[in-house]
């Protein structure tokens, strides 16, 4: 039985949000891009050196515009190393690219105008206690306007996430296992099929409330 908060009314897209800011302060975050999820071939490293020289940038070009050192950049290129997704950001903002550019070449368009991501190049985000994964199923271009994900966490395992932009909302339909979700000072417990909805303007978390992993969907809209 859920207490507080009401249910929410029909959402009004917003398009003025940061990318992804409302879950993770990724520019401080120790959140790392799984970049083992994006292989086979092509890897991020060769794309986004093939990006860079056709722009006709140099190393030291992208340092400067992305505040990204010209090592961390150059292993990148060579596949090597984890970045967090804050330094995957800049660069690709520095580039002036969004993230799905990097994984074009993974999507197949057929003539039918269905866009195929393949599951092994879905983006993969954890948690700092790496106990919470995230695979980004939206694509970039609604960023700001609605995102979705399948969110598991392990047992015993918790995202805890400070307020967001007013009007937030959070959706998370459970698929397997029970979810505590608390918002403000609102908790219910949920379990597979279920949905609730609370306010992510509020402090709120995301915890496992059983003994084996939990996933959900989890849908994330600003009125």
């Given at each position: 039985?859920?207490?507080?908060?009401?249910?929410?009314?029909?959402?009004?897209?917003?398009?003025?949000?940061?990318?992804?800011?409302?879950?993770?302060?990724?520019?401080?975050?120790?959140?790392?891009?799984?970049?083992?999820?994006?292989?086979?071939?092509?890897?991020?490293?060769?794309?986004?050196?093939?990006?860079?020289?056709?722009?006709?940038?140099?190393?030291?070009?992208?340092?400067?515009?992305?505040?990204?050192?010209?090592?961390?950049?150059?292993?990148?290129?060579?596949?090597?190393?984890?970045?967090?997704?804050?330094?995957?950001?800049?660069?690709?903002?520095?580039?002036?690219?969004?993230?799905?550019?990097?994984?074009?070449?993974?999507?197949?368009?057929?003539?039918?105008?269905?866009?195929?991501?393949?599951?092994?190049?879905t983006p993969e985000i954890k948690n700092?206690?790496?106990?919470?994964?995230?695979?980004?199923?939206?694509?970039?271009?609604?960023?700001?306007?609605?995102?979705?994900?399948?969110?598991?966490?392990?047992?015993?395992?918790?995202?805890?996430?400070?307020?967001?932009?007013?009007?937030?909302?959070?959706?998370?339909?459970?698929?397997?296992g029970q979810f505590e979700v608390t918002?403000?000072?609102?908790?219910?417990?949920?379990?597979?099929?279920?949905?609730?909805?609370?306010?992510?303007?509020?402090?709120?978390?995301?915890?496992?409330?059983?003994?084996?992993?939990?996933?959900?969907?989890?849908?994330?809209?600003?009125?």
């Open positions: 039985m859920v207490k507080g908060s009401p249910h929410p009314r029909p959402p009004v897209i917003a398009k003025d949000r940061d990318f992804f800011a409302y879950l993770f302060d990724y520019r401080n975050s120790a959140i790392v891009f799984d970049m083992s999820e994006l292989k086979p071939t092509p890897q991020i490293g060769p794309r986004l050196r093939d990006i860079r020289k056709s722009r006709k940038l140099t190393l030291e070009d992208v340092c400067s515009r992305s505040g990204v050192a010209v090592s961390v950049i150059s292993e990148l290129e060579r596949s090597k190393g984890n970045p967090t997704f804050a330094t995957l950001w800049s660069i690709t903002r520095a580039l002036g690219i969004e993230l799905s550019d990097l994984t074009d070449e993974a999507s197949e368009v057929v003539n039918t105008g269905l866009d195929v991501q393949q599951a092994h190049f700092r206690d790496n106990n919470c994964t995230l695979r980004i199923l939206g694509p970039t271009n609604l960023v700001g306007q609605m995102e979705w994900y399948e969110l598991e966490i392990a047992p015993g395992g918790e995202l805890a996430s400070s307020p967001h932009k007013a009007d937030t909302w959070e959706h998370l339909t459970a698929r397997k918002s403000d000072d609102a908790t219910a417990v949920v379990g597979p099929g279920d949905t609730v909805r609370y306010r992510a303007d509020k402090p709120h978390s995301i915890k496992n409330a059983g003994d084996g992993p939990a996933t959900a969907l989890l849908v994330v809209i600003s009125t």
